[in-house]
Each structure stands twice: as structure tokens, then as C-alpha cells.
């Protein structure tokens, strides 16, 4: 057996173990460990990806000494180890960015505990992308929840709390129904790994058994997972979450986590419930309208805010709308698009979450449009990098966002007409309202400085500089070089199969 | 609404109630409690954890009733309290509906008694030396998703830590935050009750493969004895044995033996090499492998955390 | 058809019995404004699974499984695996339940009350 196998359980076990090992570190060398794990991290991955790339099909791996029904095991196909790399480098950059702003933003004796959480949030997520027992997922659903309550309310003022509180509320009507869900599965099919159930679902679907209660458990799971990650009507406790906590957990729950509950949901749809049967229930068309509206409501509230952290935050609640209208077309070409929107979302929400603390460290703290003019001219770097993101959202060729817009568009085209039209619509709509406000700010941060401003130049910090280097190369290599990866997002789909 | 707080004072209830704890025979300035409540010491007491006034708090909630009492607000309440009786009975029906269809209940041909949990009986004892079957299953088979609920509990505490940790490592001003009187009916109690449940709790991890029970049990049996402890001698005595250096000693300890060791075996699991554990003869107290040590590992780290959560929540340090 | 979903209903007590917990707990969850409230009907829900995944074990006139006098017959002894789910949520639910008490400890110490909605509204107007 090759040892490049082993890469993805050292990816999780070290992000687990580093976890314990920060808790008895001082807040200055647990940053660097913890740093130094997730570059490890992102470097495994990638060797893993391109293993997986270069033998050209998946593998499962125990986990322990048993086979795969009784003992515990992953998969890893080539999407799987995408994401992984994507999602760590996402998270490499956004810890090494907002890196001064948790150092000043979280209470001195406690700075070591949120490496812990961000440590166990990447074993978690690792987790849940590789993972090929359906109960392993929830129980690192669980991890994920509880780090990124962790991570919201790590910086103590109210705003903070109260969404960490509406976070928990939210998430644990999702757990409940996840794991009602999950308990119906078993009852039905006497598994809990992914491709016994399909096999004995395949079974019962041929043999018209237990039809009615297979789709309530498909609807619980699919609408626990859509509260989880923020789906349009379930959102209320995002925008403050995202806008008043510190830099780096905005960045890693827009970017990663609700993204790591999607591709969980996309796991289950496609490995454990099967796509014929997803579709025969029409539960995408529920994913359909709901992304839609949150498309169009997310980018109109997104409008009416003042402070740019809270436009960011509604933004994400348009781009949740578009991975689930993605999904919700029912066809491969809409299910890529989905996974292209992650990866694009990922690298661009999270880019612009750093660079907009970036301008806000120049203009007094303030998060208000109206402090926020000349930021970009006091610091250049966080405004390129603000820049880089608008338009990877609002799909500037070149960047990732365009290419996830142009996928949408072409797996409309293959869909009926009825989705064509609303997807076109809802397109346009959206991007001509994603224009509106993202230009809106840009013009604000570059709106030219007073006189007596003029003389104070920022020296931005080198980490800084680095993270926006990483984030606006990621996003330029999405979009440049779309074609491989879309490419390879279809292989990774037809791996799951 | 505040009719009834007027009167409840006179209530019966609350009568019954204070003559219970013995509040209602004790005059005023005996008796600690009332008359702190007197001075307004127990605001004070409040004051000390938050930013406002007093003042500042009447003012928000008459913000609050301000809003509150719009119309188009009370249109909202209504709605939502009928939405969500329409959601909720909804779901039950829903629900009900499907349990009419699913497998019967305690029926030997169910879909979930298959060739999976058939393994975990027939050949459980010879693969992982476990008797306890679902100790087995669960620290050895299933180990992954164990290895990954212990982390939660670790999170846990972290998250309370970083939710409820004094930063300050001076003791509370206000004696009625940390509410400690000498009682000694519960410290004689405590006296023979302390080493008798610890000692019970021991026993439980240490069986943890032969019997009912295993490290969350046992190490939830453990806390609860140091939690007597603490609350029969206070946490000065307490902190003499049971320090937050030991506290985070302990947790490292086991947590990392717990995933060194795990990753030990599912290294070795997946690369089909053979583990040098020995599994020892079933029925035994040193045997099934490292079934025993994780569940000591477990059973620390939970007790440890059971009485850190008591312990915070309590005087918002370990 | 009702006389049959009713009897189907009796012979899944446990199941039944749990999902109406389930819903107790739901509206609980929903209905209250006080959150200590809503921490006991999250619990409620929980307890509701727990209870409906343990059931989903029992096979009748079998033992725990725990091997007594050797024997190791599939026929002896109930399913294991549900046990071991409910093991592991539990301790999920714990540490969860700890949270949600610890945030509400704090936020009761900032906002001096347990409305969520007034709590949510003084955050909002009030600034802070």
C-alpha cells in the first residue's frame, strides 16, 4: 500500500492532536503551531489531490482494524481532496491575516483557546469532506457547530453573544433534525456507511419499500443541513454574527463552514440517498425557490446596510442562494456549478472579510461607509485586495466569480425552461444588485482623502500582505484556470457514483 | 404581570418557601443575605460582571416596551406564536404519520439487526477482548467517532472557559457570587460520601469492558464526588488538591494518550500491519487491548470536565 | 386507513412516545421567549431521539448485550449498535447544553434579563 495514502488521516489526527497540544501553550507559540499545522495541513492535501489525480480513482481508508461496515473508514476521491486543499488554503491565509486583529480583539488568557477552536474547526471540516460513515458526520457536525460558536463569540461585546446564542438556537433545530433523520436511516436500512445505504436504498426503491418514510428522513436531513448553513429563511443570526466578530471568524464561517455543511449535503445526495432517488423526490425544486428568493433578498439587504462588514455578511446570504439554486437544478452541470461556487465564494468572501479589516484598522475601527473613504488610499494593499474580491463577486472576467456565473448560466441553458428563465432573471437581478453595492463601496474606500489625512501612510504588516498575496492569487488562478478544475470537479462527481 | 410580583411576597407559596430555607424567622440584621439585599449589595454584585447602571437598565427596558408595544410589532408576536403551533403540530403529525411506517418495533427481521451488529456479538469478544459488547463497538470498531466525541467535550470546556473565565485571577468582592457557609451536616456527610463514590466511580471505568458503564459513566460519577467536595469544603480547600494546573494537566494527559494511541491503531489498522496490543484473556481486568486505558483516558477527562463546567459556572474560574 | 396507522402507531409505542416528546420539545424550543426555556426544550428534543434511537435496538425477549457464560449468539442478544449512538449524542448533548447555559450566564449578566427578543432588540438599539 502506498504511503501517500496515509496523507488524509494525518491531516485529521494532526488537526486534532494540535488541538490538545495548543491548550497547554502560551498564546504566542500557539499561533505559530497553529499556523504551522494548517500550512501542513494544505501541503498534505495537496499532495493528496494530486495523488488521487495522478491514480485516477478514489480509495476508501480504515480507520482501525475492521472493514468497512463494522469499523470506521474515509474516502477519499479526487473532489474530496479539491476541497480539502482549497478550504485549507482559505484557511491558512484567513488566520495568517487576521492575525493581529484577534491578537487585539480577544482577551489575553484566552487567545491560546481560539487556536483550539480554529485547530479543531479544520479537523472537523477535514472530517466531514472525507468522511464515509454517515455518523461520523454528525458527530463532527457537532465539533463544527460548537468551534464556530466558539469562534463568534470569542470577542466579548453583545452583539457577538447574542448571534453566538441565535447560532446555537439555529443549529440545534438543524442537529435535532439531522440526527432524527440519520436514526430514521438506520431504522430503514441497518447501516451507517454511505454506499451500504445507498446499495440497500437502491434495494428498497426497486421493491417500492418504505417509499413515504425514506423521503421525510431525505426532507429532515436536507432541511437540517440547510439551516445549518444559513439557507435564506434561516439566516437572521448571520449578518451580525459575521459583522461584529473578530476579522478571522468572519472569514472562516463565511468562507468554510457553511460551505463544509453544503458539501456534506452534496456527499449525501450523491453517496448515500442517490441522485435518481434526490430527484425523484424534488427536493431540489425546494432548494430551488428558496436559493433563489435568498439570491434576490440577501443582495437587496445587502444594499440597505451602512457598514461593510454587515453588506459582506448579506452578500453571503445571495451566495448560499446560488449554491443551493445550483444544486436545486437537479442536472451534473448545475451540481458543478454548485462546487465551483464554493470554491469561488470561499476564496473571494474570505478575502474581502481580511482586506475590509484591513481598511477599517486606518480609519479609527470604524466599520461605517462614511469613516471608510480614502481607507484605500491609506492602505493600498487592503484595497487592491477589496477590489479583487468585488469584482470576483460581481463576476468580472479573469476572476473566480465569472467563471461560477458563466457554469450557472450554461447548466440553465440544459434545464426546463421554466428554471431557464428564473435562473437567467435571478441572475442578472442579482448581479446588477451585487454591482450596485460592491461599487458602492469601492468608491467610498477609494473616495479621494482630506488635506490633513493625507500625510498618514499605513505600513502594512507583512502577514497581511502575504494573506492578500495568497487570496488574490487563489482567485486568480480560479479564474484563469477554471477549465482543470471544472474538469476535475466532474471526475470527482462521477467518483462519488 | 407586576400585580402578581407585588403580591407574591405574601403568596403563600413564598412564605412556605422562605420558612423552608429558613429565611422568614431570621431578622434583618442577622441574617447576611437580607440585609445585603438591603443595601442593594446585590446589584452590586451584578455591577461587578456588567457595564451598565442601574439607571442605564431601566432605560433600556422601557426602550424595550417602546418597541415592543407598536402595533405592527404585536401583529408579528401573534403571527410567529401561531406559526410556529402550526409548524410544530405539523412536524408531529408528519411524523407520526411516518413512525406508522416504519419497521415494528422489537421485531427480530428489522432492517438494523443485520450481518453488522451479528460481527459485533459473535466474533466482538475474539477481535476486540471486550466483553461488553458495546464497549467493544465503541472504542474499537466505531473508535473514529469516539476519538471525535471526546473531542467535544474538550471544545466544550474550552468554549465555557473562554465564555465564563474570569480574567482577573482575584477572588469575587461579593460573597453572595460565591455563596460559600460551612455546613456541617454536609461536610460529615461528604465526609464517608466523597471516597465512596469516587472509589464507585473508579470501579465503574476499570470495568468499563466487563460490565455496564465505561468512561463517560464512571468519569461523570468521579465529577460528581469532586463536586461534592468542592461544595461541602469550598474551593480553597479544593484548589489545594485540584488545581487548574492539574485540571489542564490531566485533560492533556489523556487527550493526547487517547489520540496518540488511536492513531497508533488506525495507522496500523489501515496499512494491515499487526497491532503488538495484546488482547489478553476476555473477562479479565487487563485485557481487550487498549480498550481499558482509553476508557480510563475518557473517564478523566470527563470528570475533569464535569466539575470544571461546575466550577465556572460557579465563581467563573477552575 | 386510520384505524391502521393507529395501530401501527400502538405497536411502535416507543417511537411513537418519542416523537411526541420531540414536538413538546420543538414548540418549546420555539414558543418560549425565555431561553433557560429553551434550553429545556432543546433538551426535551434531544432526550425525544435518544429515546427513539434506543428503541430502535430492543428485539424482544433478548438480553443487553453483554457476553454472559460465553454465550455468543446473535440470537442471545439485542443490537448493539443503537447503544453506542446514544452514547455518543449523549455526551454531545451535554457538552452542548453546557454551552447554551454558559452563554446564557453571560448574556444575563450583560443584559440583565432572559428574553431573548429583549435581549436581541438592546443589542440592537442600545448600542452595545
Redo the contacts between chains.
Keep these: 500500500m502506498d504511503f501517500l495514502r496515509n496523507m488524509p488521516f494525518f491531516c485529521i489526527i494532526l488537526s486534532m492532536v494540535s488541538a490538545v497540544i495548543i491548550s497547554i501553550m502560551s498564546d504566542r507559540v500557539a499561533r505559530v503551531f497553529s499556523l504551522c499545522v494548517i500550512g501542513a495541513v494544505s501541503v498534505m492535501s495537496a499532495i493528496t489531490f494530486f495523488y488521487v489525480a495522478g491514480v485516477d480513482q478514489s480509495y476508501t481508508y480504515y480507520m482501525g482494524h475492521f472493514p468497512a461496515p463494522w469499523g470506521n473508514e474515509i474516502r477519499v476521491g479526487i473532489l474530496e481532496a479539491l476541497t480539502a486543499t482549497i478550504f485549507s488554503i482559505v484557511m491558512f491565509a484567513s488566520v495568517l491575516g487576521g492575525m493581529k486583529r484577534v491578537f487585539i480583539d480577544v482577551a489575553p488568557k484566552k487567545r491560546n483557546l481560539y487556536y483550539i477552536m480554529v485547530d479543531l474547526l479544520l479537523a472537523a471540516l477535514l472530517a466531514m469532506i472525507y468522511t464515509n460513515d454517515l455518523f461520523t458526520g454528525y458527530v463532527f457536525i457537532e465539533i463544527m457547530t460548537i468551534s464556530a460558536c466558539a469562534l463568534i463569540m470569542s470577542r466579548d461585546n453583545g452583539h457577538c453573544l447574542v448571534s453566538a446564542m441565535k447560532y446555537m438556537i439555529m443549529s440545534l433545530i438543524g442537529s435535532g433534525l439531522i440526527l432524527f433523520g440519520l436514526s430514521m436511516l438506520y431504522d430503514l436500512t441497518g447501516h451507517l456507511l454511505m454506499s451500504n445505504i445507498k446499495e440497500v436504498i437502491a434495494y428498497n426503491v426497486a421493491n417500492g419499500r418504505y417509499e413515504l418514510p425514506l423521503t421525510i428522513t431525505i426532507g429532515l436531513l436536507c432541511v437540517g443541513i440547510a439551516i445549518k448553513s444559513a439557507l435564506f429563511p434561516f439566516h437572521s443570526w448571520l449578518p451580525d454574527a459575521y459583522g461584529y466578530s473578530t476579522a478571522t471568524s468572519s472569514a472562516l464561517l463565511s468562507s468554510l463552514i457553511s460551505k463544509g455543511y453544503i458539501f456534506l449535503l452534496i456527499k449525501i445526495m450523491y453517496r448515500v440517498i442517490g441522485m435518481d432517488v434526490i430527484v425523484s423526490t424534488k427536493i431540489g425544486n425546494v432548494f430551488f425557490v428558496f436559493g433563489v428568493i435568498g439570491m434576490i433578498a440577501g443582495s437587496v439587504r445587502a444594499i440597505a446596510q451602512t457598514d461593510v462588514r454587515r453588506m459582506i455578511a448579506y452578500s453571503s446570504v445571495a451566495q448560499i442562494g446560488y449554491i443551493y439554486m445550483g444544486m436545486g437544478l437537479g442536472t451534473e452541470l448545475g451540481m458543478m456549478a454548485a462546487i465551483f461556487h464554493i470554491f469561488a465564494h470561499a476564496s473571494a468572501k474570505s478575502m474581502m472579510f481580511i482586506a475590509a479589516d484591513g481598511l477599517s484598522y486606518v480609519s479609527n475601527d470604524s466599520k461605517e461607509f462614511r469613516d471608510l473613504s480614502g481607507s484605500a488610499i491609506k492602505n493600498p494593499i487592503a484595497g487592491a485586495t477589496f477590489t479583487v474580491g468585488a469584482c470576483s463577486m460581481i463576476g468580472i472576467p479573469m476572476l473566480a466569480g465569472f467563471i461560477s456565473k458563466v457554469c450557472f448560466a450554461d447548466a440553465a441553458i440544459n434545464a426546463p425552461t421554466v428554471k431557464l428563465v428564473i435562473v437567467m432573471l435571478a441572475l442578472a437581478f442579482s448581479t446588477l444588485l451585487n454591482a450596485v453595492y460592491f461599487m458602492r463601496a469601492i468608491i467610498s474606500i477609494y473616495r479621494p482623502v482630506r488635506d490633513e489625512d493625507k500625510g498618514v501612510m499605513h505600513k502594512a504588516n507583512p502577514l497581511f500582505i502575504v494573506a492578500c498575496i495568497i487570496f488574490v492569487a487563489l482567485n486568480v488562478f480560479l479564474g484563469t484556470h477554471a477549465q482543470p478544475i471544472i474538469d476535475f470537479i466532474f471526475e470527482g462527481i462521477d467518483m462519488f457514483a | 404581570m407586576s400585580k402578581l410580583k407585588e403580591n407574591y411576597k405574601d403568596s403563600f407559596s413564598q412564605k412556605f418557601s422562605d420558612f423552608m430555607t429558613g429565611d422568614l424567622e431570621v431578622p434583618d440584621e442577622v441574617h447576611p443575605r437580607k440585609k445585603q439585599a438591603k443595601n442593594n449589595k446585590v446589584i452590586q454584585a451584578d455591577e461587578f460582571f456588567s457595564e451598565f447602571t442601574d439607571a442605564d437598565d431601566i432605560k433600556r427596558r422601557e426602550l424595550y416596551q417602546a418597541f415592543r408595544n407598536r402595533k405592527f410589532m404585536e401583529w408579528i408576536n401573534r403571527a410567529y406564536n401561531i406559526i410556529s403551533v402550526v409548524v410544530a403540530i405539523t412536524i408531529i403529525c408528519v411524523l407520526l404519520f411516518t413512525v406508522s411506517f416504519l419497521p415494528a418495533f422489537g421485531d427480530k427481521d428489522n432492517p438494523a439487526n443485520n450481518e453488522v451488529s451479528e460481527r459485533y456479538i459473535e466474533d466482538g469478544l475474539d477481535e476486540t477482548g471486550a466483553v461488553n459488547i458495546v464497549a467493544g463497538m465503541i472504542l474499537d470498531y466505531r473508535a473514529f467517532d469516539t476519538f471525535g466525541e471526546s473531542n467535544v467535550l474538550f471544545i466544550a470546556c474550552c468554549c465555557v472557559l473562554i465564555l465564563l473565565r474570569n480574567d482577573d485571577d482575584e477572588p469575587l468582592p461579593d460573597e453572595d457570587v460565591v455563596d460559600f457557609r460551612r455546613d456541617i451536616i454536609l461536610e460529615k456527610a461528604a465526609k464517608f460520601l466523597v471516597p465512596v463514590i469516587l472509589v464507585f466511580g473508579i470501579y465503574v471505568v476499570l470495568n468499563g469492558h466487563l460490565s455496564p458503564g465505561g468512561g463517560f459513566s464512571g468519569g461523570a460519577i468521579m465529577g460528581a464526588a469532586l463536586i461534592l467536595f468542592a461544595c461541602a469544603y469550598g474551593f480553597e480547600r479544593m484548589e489545594r488538591i485540584f488545581s487548574y494546573k492539574t485540571f489542564r494537566r490531566i485533560t492533556f494527559g489523556a487527550l493526547l494518550f487517547y489520540g496518540l494511541a488511536k492513531s497508533y491503531s488506525f495507522f496500523t489498522g489501515a496499512n494491515h500491519i499487526e497491532s503488538i496490543i495484546p488482547l489478553g484473556t476476555p473477562g479479565a481486568i487487563l485485557s481487550s487491548g487498549l480498550i481499558l486505558y482509553l476508557n480510563i483516558c475518557v473517564g478523566l477527562v470527563v470528570a475533569c470536565t464535569m466539575y470544571g463546567f461546575y466550577t465556572l459556572f460557579k465563581r467563573g474560574r477552575i | 386507513m386510520l384505524k391502521?396507522?393507529?395501530s401501527?402507531?400502538m405497536?411502535?409505542?416507543?417511537?411513537?412516545a418519542a416523537?411526541?416528546i420531540?414536538?413538546i420539545g420543538?414548540?418549546t424550543?420555539?414558543?418560549n421567549k425565555n431561553?433557560i426555556k429553551?434550553i429545556i426544550g432543546?433538551n426535551l428534543?434531544?432526550n425525544a431521539?435518544y429515546l427513539?434511537?434506543a428503541?430502535?435496538?430492543?428485539?424482544?425477549s433478548?438480553k443487553?448485550?453483554?457476553?454472559v457464560n460465553g454465550v455468543?449468539?446473535?440470537e442471545?442478544?439485542i443490537?448493539?449498535?443503537?447503544?453506542?449512538?446514544v452514547?455518543?449524542?449523549?455526551?454531545?448533548s451535554?457538552?452542548?447544553t453546557?454551552?447554551?447555559?454558559?452563554?446564557?450566564?453571560?448574556?444575563y449578566?450583560?443584559?440583565?434579563?432572559l428574553d431573548?427578543?429583549?435581549?436581541?432588540?438592546?443589542?440592537k438599539?442600545?448600542g452595545?
Design positions: 391502521e396507522i393507529f401501527h402507531l405497536t411502535n409505542y416507543y417511537e411513537t416523537v411526541i420531540f414536538g420543538f414548540t424550543l420555539l414558543l431561553l429553551k432543546f428534543m434531544d431521539i427513539f434511537l428503541s430502535k435496538g430492543y428485539i424482544e433478548r443487553a448485550p453483554i457476553v455468543r449468539d446473535m442471545a442478544y443490537n448493539p449498535i443503537p447503544a453506542g449512538l452514547l455518543t449524542g449523549i455526551v454531545v451535554v457538552s452542548v453546557a454551552i447554551m447555559l454558559a452563554l446564557t450566564v453571560k448574556l449578566r450583560r443584559y440583565h434579563t431573548i427578543d429583549e435581549i436581541a432588540i438592546i443589542s438599539k442600545g452595545i
